[in-house]
T-cell receptor, first 110, second 117 residues
Framework: GIQVEQSPPDLILQEGANSTLRCNFS?????LQWFHQNPWGQLINLFYIPSGTKQNGRLSATTVATERYSLLYISSSQTTDSGVYFCAVRRDTGGFKTIFGAGTRLFVKA | GAVVSQHPSRVICKSGTSVKIECRSL??????MFWYRQFPKKSLMLMAT?????????EQGVEKDKFLINHASLTLSTLTVTSAHPEDSSFYIC?????????????FGPGTRLTVL
């Protein structure tokens, strides 16, 4: 099946710093989403981005589908950005299964 | 945005009992619902996919007789953990996919933390 790799696995930032999270996937996909899981376990949908670039406030994401990777940019990080960021991909062949990467665990220090 | 609710948010039960978890899409019709399991500090593992009115499709290694899934309507799916054991303790998350928006996004519930004593 499709493999999803995220890097780095762990990241510690000082408040105000910028960061880039990466998601590589092993095959073509029909859907790619970035999620933030807060400390209470709630998954927040950040971006639906099978290709192209999107921005939402301090966050932006770019997916280069032909090269099978996506990047999530966090600018001017805040302590509330702490949590786990997951990349999840889906192929529409084989039952619309969404496969999650292992996640990047982010801690932003005040 | 679309809202998916889960009930209960937390449950503690004795070994051998059955526990039912509900997943509801509150403002859209979910053509497909998914159930995930997450162990501490791990990623989400897909357990099963269910379409309204049909039997769920289970992932390899998931016992369908232990994890009963019912998707009776376009807004409700239930997961029943039968004869629960301590190793079933986990965080269970449902998600719903609908064609409410062109983006065809999956929306996730807040999760249910199950502890089996």
């Amino acid at each position: 099946g499709i493999q999803v790799e995220q890097s780095p696995p762990d990241l510690i930032l000082q408040e105000g710093a910028n960061s880039t999270l990466r998601c590589n996937f092993s095959d073509s996909v029909n859907n790619l989403q970035w999620f933030h899981q807060n400390p209470w376990g709630q998954l927040i949908n950040l971006f639906y981005i099978p290709s192209g670039t999107k921005q939402n406030g301090r966050l932006s994401a770019t997916t280069v589908a032909t090269e099978r990777y996506s990047l999530l940019y966090i600018s001017s990080s805040q302590t509330t950005d702490s949590g786990v960021y997951f990349c999840a991909v889906r192929r529409d062949t084989g039952g619309f299964k969404t496969i999650f990467g292992a996640g990047t665990r982010l801690f932003v220090k005040a | 945005g679309a809202v998916v609710s889960q009930h209960p948010s937390r449950v503690i039960c004795k070994s051998g009992t059955s526990v039912k978890i509900e997943c509801r899409s509150l403002d859209f019709q979910a053509t497909t619902m998914f159930w995930y399991r997450q162990f501490p500090k791990k990623s989400l593992m897909l357990m099963a996919t269910s379409n309204e009115g049909s039997k769920a499709t289970y992932e390899q290694g998931v016992e369908k007789d232990k994890f009963l899934i019912n998707h009776a309507s376009l807004t409700l799916s239930t997961l029943t953990v039968t004869s629960a054991h301590p190793e079933d303790s986990s965080f269970y998350i449902c998600s719903a996919r609908g064609r409410r928006e062109y983006t065809d996004t999956q929306y996730f519930g807040p999760g249910t933390r199950l502890t089996v004593l």
